[in-house]
Every structure is written in C-alpha cells, then in structure tokens.
C-alpha cells in the first residue's frame, strides 16, 4: 500500500506526514516527528515503554497503527512537562527515585499521569492496578509507587 | 552554600537524597539512548544466526527476490584482526567462521539503509550445516555425551579447601546431604542492546553503545580490527539497564557493526528487537550445588564438602569469574573449621551464559540456605538458631581464611529481620494456623548471605584503575571515571563524592563523558566495585585537586562554591588546565593465593538477612510473596534513596528468578523469547519491600562505601522458597519454581508423576 496523509495533533501541535497506514505510531512519533522520549522495550504491546495517551486513552502505541490515530490528540512524555516546568509525576519521580535506568520511565509517567486524571485519589491498589501494564526491571516499582503518592498530595495545578 | 572542612559522619553531601544527575532528562524523555540517535547517512545492521546447536557451516546462500548488490554483506574473512571477543580466554567468535557452537550464534552480517528490507533480507539467507552431536544439561556435558569445548568440556575447575575435611566425618553426630538447581534467568533490562559505529581512516573508529564497560570493548575491538589503539574509540550513551547483560556483550554487538560500518565506510546501526535480544544474549548460569554437611547434634558446622557445577553454554566468556564467585560464596555467612569446595563450569550449546548481578553468588547462596534449612529440619532445630549458631563473628576466618577484621554483628543483623518480620510470631501462628483445612497456607522463611564487593583477590591490583578529576572552563568540577551509569547511580553518588570531597554544592560538579578518548580506565561498572573502589579513588583525585587550587593561592579555607568556581576558572585560565589523578592502591594486609584461593578474597563484604512471607494457594499453586523485610549492612549509605532503589530492585529480580522467570529450552534455543512468555514481576506481584541499612562505615571505602548493587540479589529466592516449605511441608530445591512445578510435586500421586514430566 502506497504512502497517506495523516495529520495527528501531538502534546497540543498539529502534525501532518505521510506515512504506511500500517506504520506504528510509536515509529512515526519518533522518526517521523522525532519526538524520541517514547521508547520501545518489546514491540508486542507487553512492556509499556511505548505508552502513549491517544484521545486521553492508554495505549501501547506499538500496537497502533497510524491509521488508526489520524486526526487524533496524541499526548507523550514530552507533553506531559518540560525541564523547565515539570509535571507533578515528573518531579516526584525524580523526588522519590521513581526513575532509575530511565527506559520504562516515560510509559510509566504517562500512565501514572492519565492514572491521576481519572482518579484523583488512588490508593495503593489503584495504583498498582493503573500501572500493571508498566514493566520496570529496576526499581521493584516501591519507588514508582510512592511517587505517584507523592504526586497525589502534591498541589493540584501543574496534574495537567 | 556549602562549606570546606566536613569529617566523617558529618557530611553535607554524601548520606543525603540528593536528585539523580540524569533525572531531569530522564523524566522529560530528553535523556537519549542508542536508538534514539541518528547519523547523517546511516544504514542500520542484522544478523544472520545459526539455526542448529553445533556443527560445520558448509555454505551460505542467498535467495531470490532480494536485490543483494545494495546490501553491504560481512563473514569472518572480512575480520581485519582476531576473530576474537576478547574477555578471559580466546575462544568467542565475533563471527562463526567454519563451526558453529550454538543456536543464534552470528554467522554473516548485513547493511541496509531500509530496515524492512534487511529484515527479508535476512530470512532470504540460507546456511547449509552438517549437524554435530551437542550436549544441552551439565549432566551431558560432564558424561561427555559429546565433547563440544577442549578435551573434556570443562572450562575451569577450582578446588578450596580449608582444615581437614576427611577427618570430620567420624566425628559427626549427624551428616545432612542435599543439591540443588538454579535455571537460567534473562536480564530483561527495557533496553535492548544496541551499538551505532562510524569508521573514516583519518578518525579511526568510533563506537556508540548501550554498554557497561567501555573499556572492555575497547580492548576488544582494537584486537578484533586491527586497528591501533588511539584509533579505537569507544562512548556509551545512556543505557537503559544492563545488569551483568552488557558486560560483556556490547563487545559482540558493537564489533559487528564496526565490521559492517568499516566494510561500507557508513555509519552504521545494530539494534535488536527483544526477541534477538532474548534469543541471542547472555544469561545467568544455571547451576547445581551439591552439600554434604558433617554437624554435632547441637547443629555446630563441624565441615562440609560441595560440588558446584555451572553450565557456561558455548563459548568461556566469564565463566571461570562467575564460578570463582559462586566457590567463594558457596559456604555462606557461616563459620567452616573445615570445608572443600570443588567447582567446574561446564561447556555445552546454549548461547553463552555470562554476566548477571550476583555473578555466581546466587546461585551458591540458594543452595547453602536451602540447605541450613534441610539441616535444621534434619536437627529439629529452629532454623534462625541453627544459624545463629554458626553465623561468623570478628575474628574467624572466612572458607578462604580470611579474617573478618570488620566490626560485624550478623547475630544483631539477623534479630533485626526477624524483629522487623515478626518472624517468630508468624512462624508459630501460621504453622497452626496451616494445620486447618484451608487451601491457603501461609509460610515465612529467611535466608542470611554475604557479598564480596570489588573484584575477586587480586583483581582490582591487576585492573590498577584509574580515576581523574579536572575542572571545566566554566570552573565546574569535573569527574573523570570510565564507571557507566545505566540505572544504578553512578553518575550521582561520584558526583556527591566529588563534592563532598571539593567542599562545594553538588551542582558544581559534573560527569565527564563516558568516551574512552577522553576519560581514564576506572575499571568495568561491575561486581559491585563502583561505590567503594571508585568512589574511594574519586575522592582521592579531589583531594589532589582542592591541594593544587589551595597551594596556588588562588583559594582560601573556608572558601564557598562560588569562590571555589571563580579560582578554578582563574586556575584554568592561568594554567590550560586543572586536573587531579588517583590509582588504585591495595588497603593493607590484603593478600590473595590464586593457586591455593587462600587469603583476602575481598577487601570488604556486603552482610544481610532477608524475610520473606508467602501465601500458597494449594488449588492453583500459585505462591504470593505477601510482605519482604530486608536488613544488610553495606557500610555507609551514600544516597539513601538510590540504595534503597537498589534493595528493592534486586529484591524485584530476586522474586522473579524464584517465582517467574523461566527460559524454556528446546534444542539450545530458548522458546519463550518474548516478554509476553518469559515473566518478570508486574506492579502486582511485588509485595511491599521493607529495607533497613545497618551502617557501619568501611574504612578503606569512600565515606565508609562497601558494594551494594549485587548483594540484593542473592537473598530472595531461598528466602522464598524456605517460607514455602513452611507453608506447604514440601521441600522445593530449584528455582524458578512455577506453579506448574508444584503441581508435579504435590498434587500427582507417584505413578504418575513421569506421565506429567512428560
């Protein structure tokens, strides 16, 4: 199949591109459009480096192909904040030791954030269920844990 | 601001939560790993692997339909030096040449600037092999069903000994004999591996990888091209975990695509997909141990005689280190009047078994505290007292004759776990509790270790590392160490070292590049060394260096870092340059036998004890690790929340190596290479980890640092399995211990029991 056109809103910005109507929209965020801070740790939708938010669901966007997000809002890590303004999750994965290697990180972030949107006060179950589609073969996730804790008690304004 | 002058136990820097130097990047998805980098013009590389265990190549074909003019095409003859991956011995290809040794070994190599045509590409490759017998258990390869390595399939044998093992068995009450396995466990790091290489003549070489030890494939791509070293230059970019599975491996990945960005003069990238990851890397050794225990009726260790057998796969690697390891471990915390350990590491045709956290010492910690609590058992003895007993005090001599000249108290470590774990409660409450008629029994079990930190005897004189600092032209202090960070720390607690040291805030000092053209050879980011030799060398270099700045008089005490920063500025701008250098220096008294493994193995022992509780579901079997206390002593905490971190995510694996994670084999080749088969923890498998540092400052480390990366490896898994012999009555010897093994176990009568195996 020949080349399409597809424009995608990505962390706010609208992006149009050719692409495979197959291409994974993991590929096509970071060659196409170079957004790099979305990782790929086993492209069968197992590990959730790739995590992405698409029309504010959770999605491996390994699994996704980029037909599928034409005309979508796409969200990715580097929406989320930046080193200038951090999101709460960021600053309280840095804070509390949350990232370590930094692979799993930005799924992770993403979906402790879009945890963070649909329940304002998760306990520690919530979390662990939010997260269970998240591997980290570092931390043993305590720590992950305690920053999205952290996140939650910390001022309501930059949860974006 | 910070202020010059600190002592010891009343610093500012080091034993505080300072930020990971990295984490802003990291949590910003700024931080850039191998596959996020590209180079102008740039081909990516794939492999063509061996689809047999062992066996002659006697030609390669290459189908129809590709247009194979485009690709740049590499076999051995294109090799301009060795063919060698130079670690311990000579016997690793970097690409078979006429044999192969085991399925997925590399064969041919090719480039293509479209990746989804050299994924065709390489399915379009036809080897024609005439098979050879292979071996696939250490009981075939010690039978010598075939000989597949040298004359006899061993790669090294070690004997140790200590007293006089042959006169304790008549002075026995009672002789208490067990074995036991441990499997093969996949590194699983989130980041596969990954190399990127760029040749001109003029420049030379230039590798870019998700590695480990940058001087390691230094050495062994100046061998394997030919190339002078000057010409060899080799930069790790950040690495997404490593864990022992980039030790050694980054010298295979990097050297092929140096080979094929040589043979096409374009940069190159090789990336595996996770399944090439799974399939074609290294994993831990799997292993079987076997005791043989000589005890009073009080549970007094009068001797012991071992056999440690591991499986190293095809090739050496660090087979002989990992074995060496798991020989000097293999007698635990304990107190030996007499033991003899004999160890082999036997060749057969997986994939080469190599670096994994703990590096043998898991594998011969399981078996010792299995066995304590087969001894205890055997005694009627509880299994907390039976160690008690015999746990190694100030004073005795470790099963190389070490002196334990640390003020260690394992009698005050071990009350500790059990007080946090309230062990002792539990263990009466659920033994009653276990006896009612409920499918669910709970059990809690406990394990007590050590870890060697640094390298083994003589290894770090032999490394004869060395670590630099300078300051840049902004008058940032700067850290000069060839130590990587792939998750660990290392950037921070050097960092943290530095300025402690220097007297200034930690965000006036910085990691130099990890680039082997620009910063001296610490040594290999391993066998948890970083901490306590290189941090100990970093803190000398700053001591050099605040000297200079202070003798020129340019700097005054009681300076601030701003006043710091302004004379190593005015310093720089005098002189061209500032810089402070520190070479390994043995402590004292340390001294190390490499024919008869007597003496210092290490200059300084990590110590802990470990409790865990489970839950076993007798109509699922499935097992629930419900709470985890661990309680170790690693001499002083540099950053208590990058320790804590490390606890906890090698308790993580721990679990996982115990409860999950199993490679199937078939023929050499493991089957499930895919997350979806192959299962680590999940958020919901972890139970809360409760960890507790007992501190007590390690003179010759920096700040008091001992080794900590490796440690928390080694107590999980028989921990687990000694809660789940608790829990059940069942005596369960190897791990990974899935469900399904349970099963075989204790839910079929005998007669069947060779039906299910089936």
Known sequence: MSLQHYSLRVNGKLRELDAHPMARLLDVLRCELQ??????????????????LLNGELVNSCLVPVAQAD????????????????????RAFLECGGAQCGMCTPGMLVASAHLLRRNLRPDLAAIREGLNGNLCRCTGYMRIFEAVERAVNSAGEDRG | ?????????????????????????????????????????????????????????????????????EFVIVTATDIPGENEIALINHDWPCLAAEFVNHPEEPILLLAHPDRHL???????????????PAVFSIEESERRDAVVWGEDNVFKTFLMEKGDVDAVWSQADRIVEGEYATGAQEHLYIENNGAIAAYSADEGLTVWGSLQCPFYVHKSLVKMTGLPEEKVRIVQVETGGAFGGKEDYPSMIGGHAALLAMKSGMPVKVVYDRAEDMAATTKRHPSRVRHRTALTRDGKLLGAEL???????????????VLSRATIHAGGPYYWPNIRVRSKAFATNYPPHGAFRGFGAPQSLFAIERHMDHIAEALGIAPDELRRRNLLKPGQTTTTGQVIQEDIDLDHLMGRAL????????????????????????????????????????????????????????????????STEFGQGTNTILCQIAAETLGIDYDAVEMGPPDTNVVPNSGPTVASRTSMVVGKLVHSA??????????????????????????????????????????YEAPPGVHWDDQQYRGEAYAAYAWAVYVAEVTVDLATFAVVVDDFVAVQEVGRVLNPVLAIGQIEGGVAQGIGWALYEKVVWDGGRMQNNQMTNYIIPTSQDIPRIRVFFEERPFGHGAYGAKGIGE????????????????????????????????????????????????
């Open chain 1, 35 to 52: 957004l790099t801070g979305t990782k790929e740790g086993c492209g069968e939708g197992e590990c959730g480096a790739c995590s992405v």
């Open chain 1, 71 to 90: 005309g979508a809002e796409i969200e990715t890590v580097e929406g989320l904040g930046s080193d200038r303004r951090l999101h709460a999750v960021q």
């Open chain 2, 1 to 69: 601001m910070a202020r010059a002058g600190a002592r010891l136990g009343q610093e500012k820097i080091v034993g505080k939560p300072v930020l990971r130097k990295e984490g802003v990047a990291k949590v910003c998805g700024m931080a850039q790993y191998i596959d996020d980098l590209t180079l102008p013009g740039m081909l990516y590389g794939a492999t063509v692997r061996s689809s047999i265990a062992r066996g002659r190549i006697l030609g390669i074909e290459f189908g129809e339909g590709i247009p194979w003019d």
């Open chain 2, 118 to 132: 050299l994924a065709k590409a390489v399915a379009a490759v036809r080897v024609r092999y005439e098979e050879w």
């Open chain 2, 307 to 321: 056999e440690i057998a591991l499986d190293g796969g095809a090739y050496s690697t660090l087979s002989s280190t």
């Open chain 2, 419 to 482: 007080a946090e774990s309230d062990y002792h409660a539990k263990r009466e409450r659920f033994a009653r509790e276990n006896a009612g008629a409920g499918m669910k029994k709970k059990g809690i079990g406990l394990a007590a270790f050590l870890h060697g930190s640094g390298f083994t005897g003589s290894g770090e004189r032999y490394l004869n590392s060395l670590a630099a600092m300078d300051v840049t032209a902004e008058g940032k202090a700067r850290v000069l160490v060839s």
């Open chain 2, 542 to 583: 700053a001591v050099g260096l605040k000297k200079t700045l202070m003798a020129s008089g340019l700097l005054r005490e009681g300076y601030s870092t701003g006043e710091f920063v302004t004379a190593a500025r005015t310093y720089v701008a005098q002189h061209g340059t500032l810089r402070s250098e520190s070479r």
């Open chain 2, 711 to 758: 440690l928390p490896m080694d107590g999980p898994a028989p921990a687990i399995l000694n809660a789940i012999a608790h829990a059940t009555g069942k005596q369960f010897d190897s791990v990974p211990l899935l469900p399904e093994d349970m099963f075989r176990t204790m839910a079929v009568r005998e007669p069947e029991r060779e039906a299910v195996a089936l």
